[in-house]
């Protein structure tokens, strides 16, 4: 699989659409309606800086979208999501994806990267950010309902870019 990252473009929604309904369906790792309609999903996509696909020729394998974490005076703190298709999952894609989220951030002056809410339970994305350096600053305990009726905690994710903050 030779996997290239490049910016979202048009012809890309498709795929990209495909792997939020996945996701979101599963109910594992994010904060969306099990059942979101494609309007939703782009719209929700769509609210950043930068969006960009990894893909396999034509096909979307994953996406990522990043930009400030907070307007105004917390504009200098980026964050980022990001979804890999159950089929990419463990082929590098993750990897890939966050290794441009890191440094697009740098590029753009941003002093450190937060993520708000990585449910606790999804292991391989919280390996995955601990292997690039973000460390847990921050555990909301239950704040996270799962498909199955339990409970998971929420991590903060914190990566210092430049400096302290």
Known sequence: MAVR???LQEGDWPGVLAIIATVAAEGETY?????????QARAF???????VVAVDGDRVLGTAKMGPNRAAQGSHVGTASFMVSPQAQGRGVGRALADHVVEWHRENGFRAICFN??????????????RV??????TVP???RRPN???ADLHVMYLELVGEP
């Open 117 to 130: 809410a990585v449910v606790a339970t999804n292991q391989a994305a919280v390996r995955l950010w601990q």
């Open 133 to 138: 350096g973000f460390r847990v600053v921050g």
């Open 45 to 51: 996509w769509s609210d950043a800086a930068h969006i």
């Open 5 to 7: 990252l490049r910016a």
């Open 149 to 151: 009726g339990d409970y």
């Open 31 to 39: 904060t969306l309606d099990h059942g979101i309609g494609q309007a």
């Open 142 to 144: 239950g704040a996270f």
